[in-house]
């Protein structure tokens, strides 16, 4: 039997459903030597901002049970520096590369991704509205709707290209949310980022991270992330990536299943730098186990 894998999103086509989460496989290029970049649908590299930043200060790193906490705090060097230096090495990759976009304002947003709108072998971006917003007194742009609504709309009059817009699980209603951002234009949306946590040392009874609190992902998220594709999937029309402990090919088509057109993989890559090969395979492998001829069809599957 001959499988299509292919997904399309926004108008744009992957080659399979399999991609890698922002912040979690670098630029790509750093995963060569683990990974074929060729086998996977697409690469997320890590969150790009309009200025450089140098992130939070260490330890912003911990282990948790099933899980790992993050503070990093969208450590990068900036657009300008990205478009002369990053992506002249990844522009030739042979997967689809999208960069996130992260900012502190709306106007950042706007302005980075009108600068990343003139690169061609850009065809998407990612937009995480997960960040604080400095001039609400530092409230995340994507836990309200009026929000997330006013950084896609920026985004969308500056950007033309296909937008996934990347929501926070830290909300009362993440399908209020998505419609929002559905209504302001765009045409995919990623979830679940992180889940806020912490971490103590009991010992020295002290936070584990500089920052006390920081975003928990890995295997412990997996049901709220599946609980909240599938809340999401029958509330917008809009393709959903969804991802948050995708550890195998078991986890992905759980996800498709729930209502996701496609998967990423974060937290795992630490893990397994292989592993996102493994999944690809393992989807095809089920398919061919269940006579499925293209895997849009898995898309809300479920069966209640």
């Known amino acids: 039997m001959v499988m299509d894998t292919l997904i399309n999103i926004g108008g744009l086509q992957f080659r399979n459903p ?21 086998r996977l649908g697409g690469i997320v590299v890590k969150g790009t901002t309009l200025k450089p930043r140098e992130g939070n200060p260490y330890p912003r790193m911990a282990e948790t049970p099933a899980g790992m906490l993050n503070a990093v705090g969208l450590q990068n ?30 106007d950042d947003y706007a302005e980075t991704a009108r600068i990343i709108n003139e690169l061609e072998h850009i065809p998407a971006i990612e937009l995480n509205i997960s960040c604080p917003n400095v001039k609400e007194g530092g409230m995340a742009f994507g836990v309200t709707c009026a929000g ?10 500056a ?21 929002a951002v559905e209504a302001e234009g765009a045409d995919a949306i990623s979830l679940i ?32 992330a599946l609980r909240m594709v599938w809340q999401t ?12 402990g995708i550890c195998n090919a078991t986890d992905a088509i759980e996800f498709l299943l729930a209502g996701a057109t496609a998967i990423q993989v974060g937290a795992y ?33 479920l069966i209640i």
């Not at 890698?20 to 630029?27: I, N, P, R, V």
């Not at 060097?77 to 502190?104: A, C, M, W």
């Not at 997330?148 to 009059?157: E, G, I, L, N």
């Open 233 to 244: 999937y029958k509330a917008i029309k809009i393709p959903i990536v969804g991802m948050g």
């Open 77 to 106: 060097r900036g657009v300008h520096y990205f478009v002369e230096y990053i992506y002249p090495q990844i522009k030739d990759l042979d997967t689809r590369v999208l960069v996130n976009v992260s900012g502190s304002a709306i």
């Open 148 to 157: 997330a609504a006013s950084v896609v709309k920026a985004v969308r009059k």
């Open 269 to 301: 890559n630490f893990v397994d730098p292989s592993v996102t090969a493994k999944i690809a395979d393992g989807i095809e492998d089920y398919m061919q186990c269940h006579h499925i001829e293209h895997v849009s069809e898995l898309t809300g599957a």
């Open 18 to 38: 399999v991609l890698t989460a922002s912040g979690t496989f670098g630029y790509g290029t750093e995963f060569e030597p683990f990974v074929d970049l060729s």
């Open 193 to 224: 980022n992180t889940l806020m946590g912490m971490a103590i040392d009991a010992e020295r009874r002290k936070p584990l991270l500089s920052t006390v609190t920081g975003g928990l992902s890995g295997p412990a998220v997996k049901p709220v």
């Open 159 to 179: 950007y033309s290209k296909p937008l996934i817009v990347k929501l926070s699980p830290n909300v009362t209603d993440i399908t209020e949310i998505a419609r």
